[in-house]
Protein backbone atom coordinates (compact mmCIF):
# COMPACT_ATOMS: atom_id res chain seq x y z
CA UNK A 1 0.00 0.00 0.00
CA UNK A 2 3.20 2.31 -0.03
CA UNK A 3 3.29 3.38 3.55
CA UNK A 4 5.89 3.20 5.87
CA UNK A 5 5.97 2.30 9.36
CA UNK A 6 8.76 3.24 11.71
CA UNK A 7 9.67 2.21 15.38
CA UNK A 8 11.15 4.07 18.60
CA UNK A 9 14.48 2.30 19.74
CA UNK A 10 13.87 -0.47 22.18
CA UNK A 11 17.73 -0.71 22.75
CA UNK A 12 20.14 1.65 24.38
CA UNK A 13 23.24 2.69 22.50
CA UNK A 14 25.07 -0.53 23.89
CA UNK A 15 22.76 -2.54 22.87
CA UNK A 16 21.01 -3.44 25.86
CA UNK A 17 16.96 -3.76 25.75
CA UNK A 18 15.30 -1.01 27.65
CA UNK A 19 11.59 -0.35 29.30
CA UNK A 20 10.85 2.33 26.32
CA UNK A 21 7.39 1.62 24.26
CA UNK A 22 7.89 1.34 20.26
CA UNK A 23 6.27 3.98 19.05
CA UNK A 24 4.74 3.35 15.50
CA UNK A 25 4.83 5.69 12.90
CA UNK A 26 3.10 5.75 9.20
CA UNK A 27 3.87 7.70 5.96
CA UNK A 28 1.54 7.33 3.41
CA UNK A 29 2.41 7.52 -0.27
CA UNK A 30 2.73 10.94 -1.40
CA UNK A 31 -0.15 10.72 -4.38
CA UNK A 32 -2.32 8.81 -2.53
CA UNK A 33 -3.19 5.03 -2.89
CA UNK A 34 -2.27 4.63 -6.71
CA UNK A 35 0.80 4.21 -8.76
CA UNK A 36 2.07 5.18 -12.11
CA UNK A 37 0.35 2.22 -14.07
CA UNK A 38 3.86 2.49 -16.70
CA UNK A 39 4.96 -0.72 -15.78
CA UNK A 40 1.14 -2.38 -15.34
CA UNK A 41 2.52 -5.36 -13.11
CA UNK A 42 4.93 -3.39 -11.17
CA UNK A 43 3.02 0.17 -10.53
CA UNK A 44 -0.31 -0.60 -10.14
CA UNK A 45 -0.46 0.86 -6.66
CA UNK A 46 2.43 2.10 -4.30
CA UNK A 47 5.50 -0.33 -3.47
CA UNK A 48 8.10 1.64 -1.06
CA UNK A 49 11.31 -0.07 -1.30
CA UNK A 50 13.76 1.92 0.35
CA UNK A 51 13.77 4.40 3.31
CA UNK A 52 17.27 6.43 3.95
CA UNK A 53 18.63 8.33 6.56
CA UNK A 54 20.42 11.57 5.54
CA UNK A 55 21.60 14.84 6.81
CA UNK A 56 21.32 17.26 4.50
CA UNK A 57 24.39 19.78 3.96
CA UNK A 58 24.60 22.20 5.97
CA UNK A 59 22.01 21.10 8.50
CA UNK A 60 21.82 19.32 11.71
CA UNK A 61 18.82 17.08 11.68
CA UNK A 62 18.28 14.49 10.27
CA UNK A 63 15.90 13.57 7.46
CA UNK A 64 14.16 10.49 5.57
CA UNK A 65 14.00 9.28 1.84
CA UNK A 66 12.08 7.15 0.65
CA UNK A 67 12.04 5.36 -2.91
CA UNK A 68 8.63 4.30 -4.08
CA UNK A 69 8.68 2.01 -7.12
CA UNK A 70 5.21 1.88 -7.33
CA UNK A 71 4.22 5.53 -7.78
CA UNK A 72 7.72 6.79 -9.29
CA UNK A 73 8.80 9.13 -6.61
CA UNK A 74 11.58 9.83 -4.03
CA UNK A 75 9.89 11.28 -1.16
CA UNK A 76 11.95 13.56 1.58
CA UNK A 77 11.03 13.82 5.22
CA UNK A 78 12.06 15.79 8.07
CA UNK A 79 11.33 15.62 11.83
CA UNK A 80 7.94 17.10 12.94
CA UNK A 81 6.42 18.05 16.43
CA UNK A 82 8.68 16.74 18.63
CA UNK A 83 10.83 14.92 16.97
CA UNK A 84 8.20 11.31 17.70
CA UNK A 85 6.77 12.81 14.04
CA UNK A 86 8.11 13.03 10.07
CA UNK A 87 6.59 15.94 8.00
CA UNK A 88 6.38 15.56 3.95
CA UNK A 89 9.15 17.99 3.05
CA UNK A 90 8.32 17.19 -0.60
CA UNK A 91 8.60 14.68 -3.39
CA UNK A 92 10.40 14.14 -6.62
CA UNK A 93 8.80 12.89 -9.49
CA UNK A 94 10.91 10.31 -11.01
CA UNK A 95 10.82 9.51 -15.08
CA UNK A 96 7.77 7.67 -15.30
CA UNK A 97 8.01 4.05 -15.34
CA UNK A 98 11.55 4.28 -13.49
CA UNK A 99 10.83 2.33 -10.40
CA UNK A 100 13.33 4.22 -7.89
CA UNK A 101 14.21 0.94 -5.69
CA UNK A 102 17.61 1.80 -3.81
CA UNK A 103 18.70 4.96 -2.64
CA UNK A 104 22.29 5.73 -1.20
CA UNK A 105 24.11 9.08 -0.25
CA UNK A 106 27.20 11.17 -0.75
CA UNK A 107 29.44 11.33 2.33
CA UNK A 108 28.34 15.32 3.32
CA UNK A 109 25.06 14.98 2.30
CA UNK A 110 24.62 17.34 -0.01
CA UNK A 111 23.64 14.49 -3.09
CA UNK A 112 22.08 11.08 -3.04
CA UNK A 113 22.04 8.57 -5.60
CA UNK A 114 18.67 6.56 -6.50
CA UNK A 115 19.02 3.34 -8.55
CA UNK A 116 15.80 2.69 -10.78
CA UNK A 117 14.76 -1.18 -11.20
CA UNK A 118 12.75 -0.78 -14.31
CA UNK A 119 14.66 1.00 -16.43
CA UNK A 120 17.74 0.33 -15.34
CA UNK A 121 19.43 4.28 -14.58
CA UNK A 122 21.16 6.35 -11.49
CA UNK A 123 19.02 9.38 -10.47
CA UNK A 124 21.50 12.26 -9.09
CA UNK A 125 19.71 14.39 -6.54
CA UNK A 126 20.73 17.41 -4.87
CA UNK A 127 19.36 17.28 -1.52
CA UNK A 128 17.47 20.55 0.04
CA UNK A 129 16.15 20.98 3.64
CA UNK A 130 13.35 22.74 2.76
CA UNK A 131 12.37 21.89 -0.32
CA UNK A 132 12.00 18.15 -2.34
CA UNK A 133 15.49 16.81 -3.81
CA UNK A 134 16.62 18.16 -6.75
CA UNK A 135 17.03 16.19 -9.98
CA UNK A 136 20.65 17.38 -11.34
CA UNK A 137 21.17 14.26 -13.58
CA UNK A 138 19.58 10.50 -15.13
CA UNK A 139 22.57 8.45 -16.07
CA UNK A 140 22.20 4.89 -17.70
CA UNK A 141 23.79 1.80 -16.79
CA UNK A 142 23.38 -0.59 -19.54
CA UNK A 143 24.10 -0.36 -23.59
CA UNK A 144 22.23 -1.15 -26.31
CA UNK A 145 23.94 -4.64 -25.93
CA UNK A 146 23.57 -4.65 -22.91
CA UNK A 147 26.89 -4.02 -21.36
CA UNK A 148 27.93 -1.22 -18.94
CA UNK A 149 26.37 2.49 -19.77
CA UNK A 150 29.71 5.18 -19.32
CA UNK A 151 27.30 7.96 -18.48
CA UNK A 152 27.87 9.90 -21.60
CA UNK A 153 26.36 7.31 -24.02
CA UNK A 154 29.52 4.96 -24.23
CA UNK A 155 29.30 1.50 -23.66
CA UNK A 156 32.44 -0.99 -21.77
CA UNK A 157 32.52 -3.52 -24.73
CA UNK A 158 32.85 -7.48 -23.42
CA UNK A 159 35.49 -8.54 -25.34
CA UNK A 160 32.94 -10.56 -27.81
CA UNK A 161 32.52 -9.70 -31.38
CA UNK A 162 28.49 -8.97 -32.49
CA UNK A 163 27.85 -12.72 -33.80
CA UNK A 164 28.61 -13.97 -31.09
CA UNK A 165 27.00 -12.30 -28.63
CA UNK A 166 23.72 -13.88 -26.68
CA UNK A 167 21.51 -11.60 -26.05
CA UNK A 168 21.15 -10.09 -22.36
CA UNK A 169 18.43 -11.78 -20.13
CA UNK A 170 15.61 -9.49 -18.77
CA UNK A 171 17.92 -6.61 -16.33
CA UNK A 172 16.98 -4.77 -13.19
CA UNK A 173 19.39 -2.78 -11.25
CA UNK A 174 19.10 -3.19 -8.00
CA UNK A 175 21.42 -2.22 -5.47
CA UNK A 176 23.65 1.73 -5.10
CA UNK A 177 26.30 2.24 -2.89
CA UNK A 178 28.61 6.11 -2.19
CA UNK A 179 31.85 5.43 -1.60
CA UNK A 180 33.08 6.60 1.85
CA UNK A 181 35.18 9.47 0.07
CA UNK A 182 32.50 10.40 -1.99
CA UNK A 183 34.29 9.88 -5.51
CA UNK A 184 32.79 7.08 -6.67
CA UNK A 185 29.25 5.37 -7.11
CA UNK A 186 29.01 1.70 -7.33
CA UNK A 187 25.27 0.45 -8.96
CA UNK A 188 24.46 -3.09 -9.15
CA UNK A 189 22.18 -4.91 -12.28
CA UNK A 190 21.03 -8.17 -12.19
CA UNK A 191 20.11 -10.08 -15.12
CA UNK A 192 22.94 -8.64 -16.77
CA UNK A 193 25.06 -9.56 -13.56
CA UNK A 194 27.27 -6.47 -13.44
CA UNK A 195 28.56 -4.11 -11.03
CA UNK A 196 28.76 -0.67 -12.38
CA UNK A 197 31.42 1.84 -11.12
CA UNK A 198 30.39 5.91 -11.62
CA UNK A 199 33.10 8.21 -10.89
CA UNK A 200 31.44 11.60 -9.41
CA UNK A 201 32.39 15.13 -10.86
CA UNK A 202 31.31 18.54 -9.53
CA UNK A 203 30.85 17.74 -5.70
CA UNK A 204 28.95 14.91 -6.37
CA UNK A 205 26.23 16.39 -9.05
CA UNK A 206 27.46 14.41 -12.10
CA UNK A 207 28.39 11.16 -12.39
CA UNK A 208 30.38 9.45 -15.26
Request: net charge positive.
Amino acid sequence: DGSVAGVGATVDAKGRRTTAMARPLMLRAPGGEVGSKVVAERQASPHAHCCLPVVPKGHAEQHVLVADLGADTVAQYAPGAGGAQLRLVGSLAAPAGAGPRHLAAAPDGAHAYCVCELDNTVLVLRLHADRPPELKQRVALLAADGGAGAGAGGAAKRGKKAADRTPPPASFASAIVASRDGRHVYAAVRGADLIVALQTAQGGARLA
